[in-house]
């Protein structure tokens, strides 16, 4: 009896390995354009800065990881702001999923984003019954730059909160 339900649970477990094992690396040349090194300028929250920003393809070409790091200092010398982003494909629902962790923490709803496609860009908006904040890079083709467009939405208007532009290094 024990061999047999140990058996069902091998079988099962592999059968639900195989089916997540199913989806292809993401292949998105808008993507593509994102990963490499950048220097991030602009304003955030009213305040111009400058920030270091890598991203790199993780996870067997599932995800995009963004290591973003600001260049201001805090009274101990570490960065102001720091983050973890992670960018990847949702094939059921065609459209991207992104995982925002950053030095603020509290993992919540508004961490976890999503959008549909649109022409060179990649629009995210990250909910929860209390906001909607809508992030959104755009790939510039001409200079290779990128844009990244960040405001809150409050009763259907904008609140700008931040522009940046993105240059590689």
Not at 41 to 51: F, P, R, W
Not at 71 to 80: I, L, S, Y
Not at 138 to 156: H, Q, R, V
Request: charged letters at 20%; a negative charge; hydrophobic letters at 40%.
């Amino acid at each position: 009896m024990n061999t047999s339900k140990t058996t069902l649970i091998i079988a099962i477990a592999s059968a639900a390995t195989a089916a997540l094992a199913q989806n292809p690396p993401v292949n998105d040349p808008l993507l593509d354009h994102l990963a490499g090194k950048w220097v991030m300028s602009g304003m955030l929250a009213g305040k111009n800065t400058t920030h270091e920003l890598e991203a790199k393809w993780v996870i067997e070409h599932h995800y995009l990881q963004l290591h973003e790091v600001s260049r201001d200092k805090d009274a101990k010398g570490q960065p102001q702001y720091e983050a973890n982003v992670f960018i990847g494909w949702n094939t059921e629902e065609k459209e991207y999923g992104c995982v925002w962790m950053d030095v603020f923490g509290g993992l919540s709803p508004l961490s976890l984003g999503a959008g549909k496609p649109a022409e060179s860009q990649i629009p995210i908006l990250f909910k929860n019954p209390k906001s909607t904040f809508h992030t959104t890079f755009a790939y510039n083709p001409k200079d290779n730059t990128w844009t990244l467009n960040m405001d809150e939405e409050d009763n259907g208007k904008f609140i700008p909160f931040g522009r940046m532009v993105l240059k590689k290094t």
